[in-house]
């Protein structure tokens, strides 16, 4: 008989420092991420080299009105979920770094006195 491979479901909330235990995050808030998106658990897990798949259909139980997907992921030497949650936090608060918008120095012309 075939075994299914074993995965897991990662959601945003998860790691959204905004919500409460209660409301559903997993991580501490150190290690939690403002305004965390499925795009930021993607990159963290092309970072980290596992296979996912995205469900945007799906919503987090907790916030059903405001869930926006979930990925569903296959790591390779994962021993739990618990470790799999704070390996992709620890990818996506560093990404929180780097997305920043920088502000460019523009030369900009001196004005004009009116006279």
Do not use: H
């Amino acid at each position: 008989m075939l075994r299914k491979t074993r995965s897991f479901v990662l959601y945003p909330e998860y790691f959204n420092k905004k919500l409460s235990r209660k409301d559903g995050r997993k991580v501490p808030k150190i290690k939690a991420v403002e305004e965390c998106n499925l795009s930021k658990i993607v990159y963290a897990c092309k970072y980290l080299e596992f296979n996912y798949k995205i469900e945007k259909d799906k919503r987090y139980s907790k916030n059903w009105w405001n869930s926006e997907g979930r990925v569903v992921v296959n790591p390779e030497g994962i021993a739990s979920k618990t470790e799999l949650i704070r390996r992709v936090a620890n990818v996506a608060r560093k990404l929180k770094k780097v997305e920043k918008p920088t502000q460019k120095k523009t030369k900009s012309k001196p004005k004009q006195l009116k006279k």
